[in-house]
C-alpha cells in the first residue's frame, strides 16, 4: 500500500511548480498526456452529466477535455493548490466554476455531481477511505467516478530497463532543471513508484460503496483509468 503522505508539503510543491507545469507535463510525457485525457474524457463522459467536478484540476487540462465531451453540463474545479486554480481560470474565462478546497473535505454539498472526475491525484491523498467518502457523499445516486493515474507498468523488463531508470533520474533531473524545484519532480517520481496496485485500489474503492469498477490501462499501464459508479445506500 502507499506510503502516508503530508498533504500540507504538497501543496506547497505544486504552487512552486505552477508556472512550468504544463509544460513539464508534456516535455515529460513525450507528448502523450495529451491523448490520455482525452481517452479518459471519452470514457468517462456520456453526454448526461448536469454537473461535472475535476478534483485536483491543476491547470485545467482534462476539465477541459470533458468539457469538450459535454459542453452543456456545468464544469467545477476544485483544487487545494491556489496557484494551480489561478491557472485554470484563465484559461476558461466565465465558462467554469473554481473552488479553493481540499481532497478530504469537499466544499460542495450532497448529491451535487453526476460526475467526479481526478487527473493524477490519487498519489497527493492522505487518507484515501476519507477522500472516496467524500465524492461518495457529492456524488447524486448512480453517479459516476473516473480517475486517471500514472502507474507501473505491466511488463516487468519494460518497468525494470526503462521506467524504473527514468522515474528514478530522469524526471527528477529534468523537472528540476527547468522548474529549479527538484525536489517537487523527486516527490512525484517517488510517488508513482510507491503508489498502490490499480487492482488494489479497485478492491479499496469496492470497499468505500462503489460499484462496477473497472481498471483499464493505457501504453502497457504505464497510466490508467479507473472507473466505478456509485452504489445506492
Request: glycine content about 8%.
Amino acid at each position: 500500500m502507499k506510503k502516508r503522505v503530508d498533504r500540507k508539503n504538497i501543496q506547497i510543491l505544486f504552487n512552486r511548480i505552477a508556472g512550468h507545469y504544463d509544460f513539464l507535463n508534456t516535455f515529460l510525457s513525450f507528448g502523450f498526456e495529451k491523448r490520455w485525457r482525452i481517452q479518459f474524457a471519452e470514457m468517462s463522459v456520456n453526454g448526461s452529466e448536469r454537473a461535472i467536478l475535476d478534483v485536483g484540476v491543476g491547470t485545467g487540462k482534462t476539465l477541459n477535455a470533458l468539457r469538450e465531451k459535454n459542453p452543456e453540463a456545468v464544469i467545477v474545479g476544485c483544487d487545494f493548490s491556489e496557484k494551480m486554480l489561478g491557472k485554470a481560470q484563465k484559461k476558461f474565462s466565465t465558462a467554469g466554476f473554481f473552488v479553493t478546497g481540499d481532497f478530504h473535505e469537499l466544499p460542495f454539498a450532497p448529491n451535487s455531481f453526476d460526475l467526479v472526475t481526478g487527473s493524477f491525484v490519487l498519489r497527493s491523498v492522505e487518507n484515501m477511505s476519507r477522500f472516496l467518502s467524500e465524492i461518495k457523499r457529492i456524488l447524486r445516486p448512480g453517479g459516476r467516478v473516473a480517475f486517471l493515474e500514472l502507474t507501473r507498468p505491466r511488463n516487468f523488463l519494460f518497468f525494470k530497463l526503462i521506467y524504473q531508470p527514468y522515474l528514478r533520474f530522469y524526471l527528477p533531473a529534468i523537472g528540476g532543471l527547468v522548474s529549479g524545484r527538484r525536489e517537487s519532480y523527486q516527490f512525484l517520481s517517488d510517488s508513482i513508484r510507491g503508489f498502490d496496485d490499480p487492482i488494489d485500489f479497485k478492491i479499496l474503492m469496492e470497499k468505500n460503496g462503489f460499484d462496477s469498477v473497472i481498471i483499464h490501462p493505457l501504453m502497457n499501464g504505464i497510466v490508467t483509468i479507473i472507473y466505478g459508479e456509485n452504489r445506492p445506500e
